[in-house]
């Protein structure tokens, strides 16, 4: 199965967010770790509701933190 058409930039604002942990913002937004590592590699698309919540832990518009990539 092809991955989503949607990149993010979780990954960087974590670690200028002190370097916060996969654990750590999975905590903050209501899913685990392992999904955190999902969304970030591009493996998996979050709900729009842990996508909010995920930008929002950032103080970052949505689309700040995930972009669709056009194919």
């Given at each position: 199965?092809?991955?989503?058409p949607i990149s993010n930039q979780?990954?960087?604002?974590?670690?200028?967010?002190g370097e916060m942990t996969q654990?750590?913002?999975?905590?903050?937004?209501?899913?685990?770790?392992?999904?955190?590592?999902?969304?970030?590699?591009?493996?998996?698309?979050?709900?729009?509701?842990?996508?909010?919540?995920?930008?929002?832990?950032?103080?970052?518009?949505?689309?700040?933190?995930?972009?669709?990539?056009?194919?």
């Amino acid at each position: 199965m092809a991955n989503p058409p949607i990149s993010n930039q979780i990954r960087t604002l974590r670690f200028m967010a002190g370097e916060m942990t996969q654990a750590d913002l999975g905590d903050r937004v209501g899913v685990t770790r392992q999904t955190i590592a999902a969304i970030e590699q591009g493996k998996y698309s979050p709900t729009l509701e842990t996508a909010f919540r995920i930008a929002r832990v950032f103080d970052k518009p949505l689309e700040e933190v995930f972009q669709w990539e056009e194919q």
